[in-house]
């Protein structure tokens, strides 16, 4: 369903803006930061993307807590690497 409204652009500092309306925001589901887009004259705001990593310090921090972080093949040793120095 789309819903239409009329806003007053502001002066924010030294920007203009406009204010979203709180139940506008809850509805659409944005919180702090928001993406935004120019595409043919129109302003279109999404929520950001997630980052394909988002969240995996806390999950290795988790595993790490249980004791669940020993290396799944081992130590990869080859004899042709005896010389190379880490």
Known sequence: ????????????????????????LEQVGFNEEVDLVVEDGT???????????????????????VGDDQLVLGDFNNDEDKDWIW
Do not use: F, Y
């Not at 652009?9 to 506008?24: A, F, H, L």
């Not at 302003?43 to 807590?65: C, F, H, N, V, Y």
């Open 43 to 65: 302003l279109i705001l999404s929520k950001p993307k997630k980052s394909s990593r988002e969240g995996w310090a806390e999950q290795a921090k988790a595993i790490t807590e």
């Open 1 to 24: 369903m789309k819903k239409q409204l009329h806003l007053q652009i502001r002066q924010i500092g030294n920007s203009r803006g406009v204010v979203i309306p709180k139940v506008i």
